[in-house]
Nanobody, 124 residues
Framework: QVQLVESGGGLVQAGGSLRLSCAASGRTFSSYAMGWFRQAPGKEREFVAAISWSGHTKYYAASVKGRFTISRDNAKNTVYLQMNSLQPEDSAVYYC?????????????????WGQGTQVTVSS
């Protein structure tokens, strides 16, 4: 069982930056691939970024590639999402997810544990 707690969301102006953190419980964090997803009002939850257990493999949605960076610190049981050049269309609730495998995936169905989400609002 893994428990995930996101933090770092908030209100930012367009062009600004935020760094989301996701703290995971459990002693086997390093064996889980991790992902970030987001859901805007009235829309389906969508993939944002994913990272393998080692951090060597990363995937990004086309809409965030070049602006967002996913990383992890296995010693701290934490995964991060650095978000730069934020735009109003990035506004959403951002969710952290853990996958009970070491390989990353962009598929929402590939994740077994979810956090409660953190709100990101980008004003124009």
């Amino acid at each position: 069982q893994v428990q995930l707690v996101e933090s770092g969301g908030g209100l930012v102006q367009a062009g600004g930056s935020l760094r989301l953190s996701c703290a995971a419980s459990g002693r086997t964090f390093s064996s889980y691939a991790m992902g970030w997803f987001r859901q805007a009002p009235g829309k389906e939850r969508e993939f944002v970024a994913a990272i393998s257990w080692s951090g060597h493999t990363k995937y990004y949605a086309a809409s965030v590639k070049g602006r967002f960076t996913i990383s992890r610190d296995n010693a701290k049981n934490t995964v991060y999402l650095q978000m730069n050049s934020l735009q109003p269309e990035d506004s959403a609730v951002y969710y952290c997810a853990a996958r009970s495998q070491t390989t990353a995936t962009m598929s929402i169905s590939g994740y077994d544990y979810w956090g409660q989400g953190t709100q990101v609002t980008v004003s124009s």
